[in-house]
């Protein structure tokens, strides 16, 4: 494996309605488990604040299990930002390879098509806000190490580590930093500008338990031992505290004809793209 550091894009070419589709129930469904978080967590508030005494019952017990909801909520608002990234990115596809929607019929009159026109607001009034939510948290990474797609070609994608300059909320672009560049690019630090389908924020290196939980033979985008780029890799074995390093075999890391095991901080691995190339 190289130690230089590259970066690329998700090519459009692939890219099709029925992955759009598949995304967007993932994203309904994350919601659908925030509604319950938060559900559960208002039940502990209204409980505390009608009967305070039922804090001294409980003690510490009330507090970790409040705790372990917010930790599960931010988590799901975590996944919520992976997921509207990658629809981002397939519509951005669909874009780019001039794929247009047909042609949509008119709705007449008792069409029962009709009865779907208050759902459909509704969600384009929640996918309003969850943008808003996504501009902010995309603007709080200033500053953040981050991993990041900068170039692309037709056969692969290239990621790597990168410091957040900026956020423009009107453009929806990232200004950022490499700052440890390859040999080829004679120790010239570079910026770039990144639409937020190539930016994917690591997990909090203080918060172990805000960070998804991979489990053994799931394929990650991890950095590679060393080096500040990410490759392809797949958990080899289940982690006993989220506190633990992965161990990780990375793709065409072979040697003497065997995939050699390296521990990666759990900080330093992400969720693999869809349609990621290596």
């Known amino acids: 494996m190289s130690s230089s550091v590259g970066g690329g894009s998700a090519g459009g070419g692939g890219v099709d309605i029925a992955s759009l589709l598949e995304k967007a129930k993932e994203l309904d469904q994350l919601k659908k488990e925030q509604e319950e978080v938060l559900v559960e967590i208002n039940k502990h508030h209204k409980k505390v604040l009608a009967t305070p005494e039922f804090v001294d019952k409980t003690g510490d017990a ?11 909520a931010k988590e799901l608002s975590e996944s919520e930002i992976s997921a509207s990234t990658a629809l981002i990115g397939l519509l951005d596809g669909l874009l780019q390879s001039g794929t247009s929607a047909p042609q949509r019929k008119k709705i007449e009159v008792g069409d029962p098509k009709k009865k779907r026109i208050k759902s459909d607001t509704d969600t384009a009034r929640f996918s309003a806000a969850s943008m808003r939510n996504q501009l902010d948290q995309a603007a709080n990474l200033k500053g ?3 991993a990041a797609r900068v170039k ?13 300059i900026h956020f423009d909320k009107e453009t929806k672009e990232y200004e950022v930093l490499d700052e440890e560049p ?11 500008k990144l639409p937020m389908s190539c930016i994917i924020p690591f997990p909090k290196k203080g918060d172990p338990s ?7 033979g799931r394929q990650v985008l991890a950095v590679y031992p ?8 797949t958990v080899a074995s289940h982690r006993k505290r989220k506190s633990d390093d992965y161990i990780l075999e990375f793709d065409d890391d072979e040697e003497d004809g065997s995939l050699p095991q390296r521990a990666v901080p759990f900080y330093r ?10």
């Open 226 to 233: 060393g080096t500040t780029a990410l490759y392809r890799a």
């Open 152 to 164: 692309s070609d037709d056969e692969k994608d290239e990621w790597f580590v990168v410091k957040v």
């Open 210 to 216: 805000s960070a998804p939980d991979f489990g053994q």
């Open 62 to 72: 009330l507090f970790l299990k409040l705790r372990g909801l917010y930790a599960r």
């Open 182 to 192: 390859g040999d080829d690019e004679e120790s010239i630090q570079r910026k770039y």
């Open 269 to 278: 691995v992400v969720a693999l793209p869809e349609g990621h190339r290596q």
């Open 144 to 146: 953040e190490q981050v």
